[in-house]
């Protein structure tokens, strides 16, 4: 059985707790791997290491910074296939979905923080007789915890910055999802990344992850996950006076006007709605239709989605594969029970699904489709994140609007209109960190990302990941 050890300043190494958890696949349900179950002294050991290697890293000029980063994009790459494969057997997410988007985004994120510390500045201000400007320094150790549905793509959207700033960091992917991160360590050795810099440990929220946001020595947080833990972590960051990034879960709507691209938005919205079997943090679940096209659109999309092919992950043509977990599948399918308690109308999907062969005990079910719920229904207001969406129908601007903002979410909206002065009048209204108009997940890595309200607190991607990870210091020169 293959194990998936901690990898601790440079080297791969079991927990010092001796305990292992099983990782499973969700697609088969066959247990695949022994994963390190860390804890308090594991983070202490990964503490010293990053702590001895923040004097040489913290000193590495940006070209240098720029050239180990650089590398390790370049051998995400290489690796591509291998990754690919790993991250879906992990996850039970399409290989072409690993394959085509994920693992690409995991190299372009240390491409892009590789030259981002390049090209980072800082700012002067000058007065009468002096001058002031900031250093934009590391902070020392940090820590970052990712989730499980878009496993390497977000830990490094996380890691690449921390280094790229010259901060040393220990990171923790999630238990369910641990072998790509566990792949990057050897990966990050190859490229000469000195030892200690980048410590990865495995393990449970609870122990390991819960022993990170404790550590007194790790003065910043990086977190991405559910609304809940983000509470949990910021009730203990926040006395420890820790700088904190969250990003956390969202409801996300979805706002379809009669004057749209009809074939185009029931395109994108199958896609955005069930990629990843609606598991990504980004995905609408909250499909709001203009009432003049209603009955138009739902049959069309209806239609649209019993063509997705759902189907053993590793198959080059399955579009729709398994969730994460089997816990997770009866989450979801108590929210399917929920959803008809709460009077609605279920128009597709949401059964089990049986396949044959190799994944006939996989954690599978159809996508669902449901309509006749109001906006206050839990199904409308809770989190599933899974394969669940609601159509609900308003009247006019003002009404869409009224029932996308009717959230405590507020993480990514669409808007699905050919008017433009419509789309930027709405996308101004939307109580949401990323507005998407007549597209969904377009990402240009320099742009803020992140949500409001439940959704989280503060932003990542560009500049916005650089200044989190420094610390700014302002110099007054008086001259005169
Ligand atoms: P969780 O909050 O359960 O877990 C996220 C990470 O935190 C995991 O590594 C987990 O470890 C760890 N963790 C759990 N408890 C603690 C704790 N007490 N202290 C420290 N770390 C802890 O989220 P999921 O993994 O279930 O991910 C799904 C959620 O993530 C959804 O709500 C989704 O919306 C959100 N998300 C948000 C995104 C955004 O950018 N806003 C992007 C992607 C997802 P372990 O799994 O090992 O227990």
Request: charged share 20%; proline share 4%.
């Amino acid at each position: 059985m293959k194990k998936i050890l901690h990898f601790i300043d440079g080297e791969y190494s079991n927990p010092v707790s001796d305990l292992w958890i099983e990782g499973i696949n969700p697609a088969t349900g066959e247990i695949i791997t022994q994963i390190s179950n860390g804890d308090v002294r594991d983070v202490e050991k990964a503490f010293q290491a990053a702590t001895r290697a923040f004097s040489i890293w913290s000193n590495y000029s940006s070209t240098e910074r720029f050239q180990i980063l650089n590398r390790i994009a370049e051998l995400i790459e290489e690796n591509l296939e291998e990754l690919a494969i790993a991250e879906t057997i992990d996850t039970g997410k399409p290989l072409r979905l690993s394959k085509e988007v994920e693992i690409p985004r995991a190299a372009s994120n240390f491409r892009f923080f590789a030259t981002a510390s390049l090209q980072f500045a800082s700012e002067s201000h000058s007065m009468n007789q002096a001058i002031n400007y900031t250093l934009r320094q590391a902070i020392g150790v940090v820590g970052c915890i990712s989730p499980w549905n878009l496993p390497l793509y977000l830990f490094t959207w996380k890691i690449a910055p921390a280094l790229a700033t010259g901060n040393c960091v220990i990171a923790k992917p999630s238990e369910m999802s641990p072998s790509t991160a566990a792949m990057l360590g050897e990966l990050c050795n190859k490229a000469g990344l000195p030892k200690g810099v980048l410590n990865i440990l495995q393990g449970e929220g609870k122990g390991v992850g819960n022993a990170i946001v404790n550590h007194p020595g790790i003065k910043a947080i990086s977190f991405t996950g559910g609304t809940k833990t983000g509470q949990h972590i910021s009730a203990i960051a926040g006395p420890m006076f820790k700088k904190l990034s969250l990003e956390l879960g969202g409801k996300n709507p979805c706002l379809v006007f009669d004057d749209c691209n009809l074939e185009l938005t029931v395109s994108e919205v199958a896609r955005l709605a069930f990629s990843n079997q609606g598991q990504i943090c980004l995905c609408g679940s909250r499909i709001l239709i203009e009432e003049t096209i209603y009955e138009e659109f739902k049959n069309k999309l209806i239609e649209k989605v019993s063509k997705l092919i759902v189907g053993d992950p590793l198959d080059p043509k399955t579009q729709f594969g398994s969730l994460i977990s089997f816990e997770h599948k009866k989450k979801v399918q108590s929210y399917i029970q929920l959803a008809i308690e709460e009077g609605g109308n279920l128009l597709y999907g949401g059964n089990e699904i049986q396949l044959e062969g190799r994944c006939k005990n996989g954690s599978f079910i159809s996508p669902a489709i449901f309509e006749n719920l109001g906006p206050k229904c839990r199904t409308n207001q809770e989190e599933i994140f899974g394969p669940v969406i609601t159509l609900q129908k308003f009247k006019g601007e003002l009404e869409a609007i009224e029932l996308a903002n009717d959230s405590v979410y507020g993480l990514a909206a669409t808007v699905w209109t050919e008017n433009v002065r419509k789309a930027h009048r709405v996308a101004q209204k939307l109580n949401t960190g990323i507005v998407w108009i007549n597209c969904w997940l377009l990402r240009d890595l320099r742009t803020p990302f992140g949500g409001m309200n439940a959704s989280g607190v503060g932003r990542e991607g560009g500049l916005e990941a650089m200044r989190f990870f420094t610390e700014a210091k302002n110099v007054c020169v008086y001259y005169n």
